[in-house]
């Protein structure tokens, strides 16, 4: 087997560069947003004024459905802040749903539909710069829903965006109870779930990006593999 991240895997499931407009012509983007590819990779931001509130957030979906045991990757690169990034992943409708089933409620980008709404998932937040207390200790969240359980933590070692040079590269591994998180192929935390503290294990689904206005950052490389 391959190693990526330092996590053995069996085959590369979904593999997109993000390098153009027609790479994500089948993803669904929940709210408003900017998507441009000026360097070669996709940038992300607001559409509508940060003043908005919730309502300038978005999150774009991947058209993909993944199985349970997976290693997710990317690159990203912050441009400007203040902001965050999450990564949803996992992420059904709470009775086991396609998460793009016309039976569950809209969404438009504001959090609580996707923490407090009709879906199951698990969302990680990184280079968190919005709260004062997020830009003065840094760190790296994992949430799980339904409900809003913060159930893992981490520090952050990205630097502010005026310090970056070149992007970071995030993984997520999942396998069976467990889920680890990396930058770079630093481990930034791992979670065990019991899978009755904070609800039933979480099994497979699709993976979004989302920002916080007026975040901008670009992306690159997301690959999946089976683990």
């Known amino acids: 087997m ?8 069996k085959e590369l499931l979904y593999e997109n560069p993000l390098c153009c407009e027609a790479d994500i012509k089948e993803f669904r983007l929940e709210g408003q947003a900017k998507i441009t590819f000026p360097e070669g990779r996709m940038r992300l931001e607001n559409a509508l004024d940060a003043e908005n509130g919730q309502k300038a957030n ?9 199985p349970a045991d997976v290693l997710i990757t990317w690159e990203f690169m912050p441009l400007q802040e203040p902001g965050l990034c999450i990564l949803f992943f996992a992420a059904r409708g709470r009775g086991g749903e396609d ?11 504001e ?11 698990f969302h990680v937040s990184y280079f968190r710069r919005k709260e004062p207390d997020e830009r003065a200790f840094h760190t790296c969240n994992l949430r799980k829903s339904y409900g809003f359980h913060l159930v893992a933590q981490g520090g952050d070692p990205i630097p502010d965006a005026d310090e970056v040079k070149e992007p970071y590269r995030i993984g997520v591994w999942k396998k069976e109870k467990s889920v680890v998180f990396y930058i770079n192929d630093l481990e930034i935390f791992r979670f065990e ?10 099994t497979g689904g699709r993976i979004g990006f989302r920002q916080l206005a007026p975040l ?3 992306y690159g490389n997301l690959k999946v593999y089976g683990v």
């Open 2 to 9: 391959d190693k990526v991240c330092g996590v053995e895997v």
């Open 58 to 66: 978005y999150v774009l979906w991947c058209p993909e459905e993944f």
């Open 99 to 109: 998460l793009f089933s016309g039976n569950l409620a809209e969404r438009t980008g």
């Open 111 to 121: 959090y609580p539909q996707y923490h407090h709404g009709d879906m199951d998932a």
């Open 193 to 202: 779930d019991d899978g009755e503290t904070y609800g039933p294990l979480l």
């Open 216 to 218: 901008v950052g670009e």
